[in-house]
């Protein structure tokens, strides 16, 4: 029952981005508190049935769809170190095509979570899903630089209106420390590294998770950092405003803004590939 009340909040969740909505705005729409709202999509406990009704006639889906108790398959719970170099990329295709809707990125103190010659394949079925809808893609990045903002910048032109949507926890990180970066496919499979302050992961193994103590994990830790961190593009739109912010902390003069975008606009990453995920 547990696991059902999950997928049905997820689902919740998932609507109510598509149509632009915040957690307060469904709160107002069906009179209950923010925390009742919240606690929907968490899987906490589920809307009574007189809310329920208005829940999805406010997301425009039938009630009964809504609702629907099926679990979500979760693999068998496992722990495998893979190879950078030689497993990741075959790895990162199968799990792309494999995901049901979602794809989550972080970045934490590391320029690529992997090296761009090892997400070439990925890079293209990424960039094919999030155009014709099949796929979600939420991130979550420090910005060390502007080039590095100027690339995502080109990302969320590229994906203007679709399911694409980036945050950052801080920026202006000076000094690179080893950190970690890593892909949550559907919140139920994991890949992890660990990176050090150089562009290459050459030598350093990854981390392959599956399971419902990583689902349990991850989903809180998820959680917690997408939460706290600024949006760059609400609810997936390109609304530049957040990028503009962030440019000018990383030392953009303003008057150079519309160069920025423009550069932006025309930007080819060295390898001719779609922009990194």
Not at 53 to 64: F, K, M, N, P, T
Not at 183 to 208: K, Q, T, V
């Amino acid at each position: 029952m547990q696991d059902s009340r999950i997928a049905i909040g997820r689902r919740i969740k998932r609507l109510r981005e598509k149509k632009g909505l915040s957690r307060q705005d469904v709160a107002d729409a069906i009179s209950v508190d923010l925390t009742a709202a919240a606690a929907w999509e968490a899987g906490k406990y589920l809307p009574r049935e007189g809310r329920r009704l208005r829940l999805a006639e406010l997301l425009q889906i039938d009630v009964g769809t809504l609702f629907a108790e099926e679990q979500e398959p979760s693999p068998s719970r496992g722990a495998a170190l893979i190879d950078v170099q030689s497993e990741l990329p075959g790895l990162l295709r199968e799990l792309t095509c494999g995901a049901e809707r979602s794809l989550r990125a972080f970045r934490l103190a590391s320029r690529h979570a992997t090296a761009p010659f090892v997400q070439e394949e990925f890079r293209r079925l990424t960039d094919q899903r999030i155009l014709d809808g099949s796929l979600e893609v939420e991130r979550i990045e420090i910005f060390y630089e502007l080039e590095r903002l100027k690339e995502v910048l080109a990302t969320l032109l590229r994906y203007k209106g679709r399911s694409f949507r980036v945050r950052t926890v801080c920026n202006g990180v000076k000094e690179l420390v080893p950190g970690m970066g890593g892909y949550l496919f559907d919140d139920r499979e994991f890949l992890l590294g660990g990176y050090a302050s150089e562009y290459l992961a050459d030598g350093r193994p990854g981390l392959r998770l599956s399971g419902e103590p990583y689902r349990t994990y991850f989903a809180d830790y998820w959680r917690e950092i997408w939460d706290r961190a600024r949006p760059l593009n609400p609810d997936g739109a390109a609304d530049l405003d957040g990028i503009r912010s962030e440019a000018v902390k990383l030392g953009l003069d303003p008057q150079d803004w519309p160069q920025f975008l423009s550069e932006a606009e025309g930007l080819v990453l060295d390898d001719g590939l779609p922009p990194l995920i």
